[in-house]
């Protein structure tokens, strides 16, 4: 199944690890780096124009270490991801 993550962008739910509020996550400066290096690295996808609220780590096959920083909140995208 796909998960929608806003602006016309979907990801299999299989290839996410995890689903993460950025207001509560970019607290810590590991996290923080860890999405700086992400970014570096092109492996982070920012999905549309508004304000980022979350991000998804993917870490399967070819979207394995992928985040994908997204306009929806993380509670939403879990609830999509459960529901299908």
């Given at each position: ?52 609220k979350s991000f998804v780590l ?14 929806v909140s993380a509670a939403t995208i879990a ?6």
């Amino acid at each position: 199944m796909y998960v929608y993550l806003g602006q016309d962008s979907f990801i299999k739910s299989r290839d996410i690890v995890g689903i993460f509020d950025l207001d509560n996550t970019t607290v810590s400066k590991i996290t923080r780096e860890a999405l700086s290096k992400s970014e570096k690295n092109g492996r982070a996808v920012t999905v549309g124009f508004e304000l980022p609220k979350s991000f998804v780590l993917c870490g399967k096959k070819k979207e394995a270490g992928r985040i994908y920083i997204s306009p929806v909140s993380a509670a939403t995208i879990a609830k999509r991801a459960v529901s299908g």
